[in-house]
């Protein structure tokens, strides 16, 4: 199993084991979370994250496993808080994937729109215009409300007209379904999960931790076996009232206003921060958008040189990111899993300096998002961006 996986690219069986227990661990968390333990709040979004970059995008690269449907399957581990499979083929594998750091063809520039993430970027066609408040900068913890929520629903058309309309003038270039997929009705309903499941687990709380419930221990509300059959009889004979009272667990589920919304909130919001610190500090770099990048005829030239690359030969920091560690081996060869970068890494570096493709490193996720977000900084500042275009120009 190991050596044909090797050979194929594919998931090793040690890779296999890591991702059952990451699973386990997300399912304590959101047994954890639905009857109102704070601890939840925190480790949903870890292992959440852990879970689906480890599997989910692997998947949607067809490099987690030989079997297509097997792809398919875990390409949903994204839900409900990161995106859609159904629009992040065309998105990311397909848009993001062959023109990384393209200002009219990559849609991973707009994620903070107005703000701008590529120095070639010199749209002024905003609300906002050239003017810039903290609060764009607070768009890291709304990715997943963008692309598992409006993208699905403006891809897909589920939605008025002034709303897509809005929606491919703000987002440029727009992220839709491909055309063939456009058609099939499977597909279009298939995508519409993500939203749904989307809005569901933010309105669970709401609806689960109702006030003037039973604030005593439920049968069955013990941890392990008892959870869960707590949870069946509730759902089978307690319809709404008693989801709150098995919600309820050991603390009851008397909660407020401001603790539900904690319990609403707070898992998106933070599985979007990691999604934003781990996906983007690689590309939004100085060195990855200088003018020879895009110059670079080479295909897999570009593709290494789109990227900065931090504890590149480190198998934890594999796991912890799902390979994006080391984005510039990610994009060259993204049918391979992630699982195998950290062996490769080394022999990918020298096949680079034996080609003259200086990859470039940082020493530390810290301290490439330091230098992504000064980057950043810099170029939405009218007065430091003509600098940074004459300095990345003559680079």
């Known amino acids: 199993g190991g050596a044909r996986a090797r050979v194929r690219g594919t998931a090793s069986a040690a890779h296999a ?14 047994v954890l979370w639905a009857r109102g333990h704070l601890l939840g709040v925190l480790l949903v979004p870890l292992f959440h994250w852990l879970f689906g970059v480890n599997s989910s995008h692997d998947a949607t690269h067809f490099a987690l496993s030989g079997s297509p449907a097997v792809n398919r399957l875990l390409a949903y581990a994204s839900l409900p808080y990161f995106y859609s499979p159904g629009t992040w083929y065309a998105q990311h594998v397909v848009m993001h994937h062959t023109a990384a750091n393209q200002i009219d063809k990559d849609p991973d520039l707009q994620h903070f729109q107005p703000l701008k993430l590529h120095v070639a970027d010199v749209r002024t066609d905003f609300p906002s215009g050239e003017v810039h408040t903290c609060l764009d900068y607070l768009k890291c913890f709304g990715a997943g409300l963008h ?27 727009p992220i839709l379904l491909p055309p063939g997929l456009a058609r099939s009705a499977s597909h ?41 059959a707590a949870a069946a009889g509730a759902c089978m004979s307690g319809g709404a009232s008693g989801w709150r009272n098995w919600a309820g667990g050991r603390g009851g589920c008397d909660f407020g206003f401001a603790r539900k919304s904690l319990f609403a909130f707070a898992p998106p919001m933070i599985s979007s921060l990691i999604f934003m610190l781990v996906t983007q500090v690689s590309h939004v770099q100085p060195e990855a958008q200088r003018a020879h990048v895009d110059d670079e005829s080479d295909f897999f030239k570009r593709q290494a040189l789109t990227s900065v690359d931090y504890n590149g030969g480190s198998r934890l920091w594999g796991a912890l990111t799902g390979g ?10 993204p049918h391979i899993s992630s699982c195998h970068y950290a062996s490769i890494y080394p022999k990918f570096k020298a096949i680079c300096e034996r080609h003259d493709v200086a990859l470039v490193e940082r020493t530390s996720l810290l301290h490439a998002a330091q230098t992504a977000l000064r980057y950043i900084w810099m170029l939405n500042h009218s007065k430091r961006k003509l600098l940074f275009k004459e300095i990345l120009a003559g680079a």
């Not at 084991?17 to 959101?30: I, K, N, P, S």
């Not at 994006?324 to 060869?333: A, E, G, P």
């Open 324 to 333: 994006l560690n080391v984005q510039s081996l990610h994009h060259t060869l």
């Open 17 to 30: 084991y890591m991702l059952v227990a990451f699973g386990v661990a997300q399912l304590v968390g959101w």
């Open 188 to 228: 279009r309903l298939l995508n519409l999960c993500a939203p749904v499941l989307f809005v569901a687990f933010i309105a669970y709380p709401y609806v689960a931790f109702g006030g003037g419930c039973d604030t005593r221990p439920n049968d069955g509300g013990g941890d392990g076996g008892g959870v869960l």
């Open 147 to 173: 692309l598992a929520f409006a993208v699905p629903i403006a891809a897909g058309g589920a939605c008025t007209r002034s709303f897509r309309a809005w929606y491919m003038h703000m987002y440029s270039p």
